[in-house]
Nanobody, 123 residues
Framework: QVQLVESGGGLVQAGGSLRLSCAAS????????MGWFRQIPGKEREFVAA????????YYADPVKGRFTISRDNAKNTVYLQMNSLKLEDTAVYYC????????????????WGQGTQVTVSS
């Protein structure tokens, strides 16, 4: 069992930066692929970024490439999402997921989810 707790969300002006953190419990964190998704009301959860168990491979959705960076620290059981050059359309609840083995872009591939953290980008 893995429990995930996101933090770091908030209100930021367009062009600004935020860093999200996802702290995981459990001894098997380092064996899991991790990912970040986002969701706005009335829409499906959308893939943002993913990282494999070692941190050696990272993947990004096209809208965030070049602006967001996913990383992990297995010693701290934490995965991060550094978000730069934020845009109005980045406003959403951001969720951390754990446990993908194959299809990192699909929410159903993830075994565990956090409760989400709100990111609001203002003009």
């Amino acid at each position: 069992q893995v429990q995930l707790v996101e933090s770091g969300g908030g209100l930021v002006q367009a062009g600004g930066s935020l860093r999200l953190s996802c702290a995981a419990s459990g001894r098997t964190f380092s064996s899991y692929g991790m990912g970040w998704f986002r969701q706005i009301p009335g829409k499906e959860r959308e893939f943002v970024a993913a990282i494999n168990w070692s941190g050696g491979s990272t993947y990004y959705a096209d809208p965030v490439k070049g602006r967001f960076t996913i990383s992990r620290d297995n010693a701290k059981n934490t995965v991060y999402l550094q978000m730069n050059s934020l845009k109005l359309e980045d406003t959403a609840v951001y969720y951390c997921g754990a446990g993908w083995a194959g299809g990192y872009q699909d929410a159903y591939e993830y075994a565990y989810w956090g409760q989400g953290t709100q990111v609001t980008v203002s003009s």
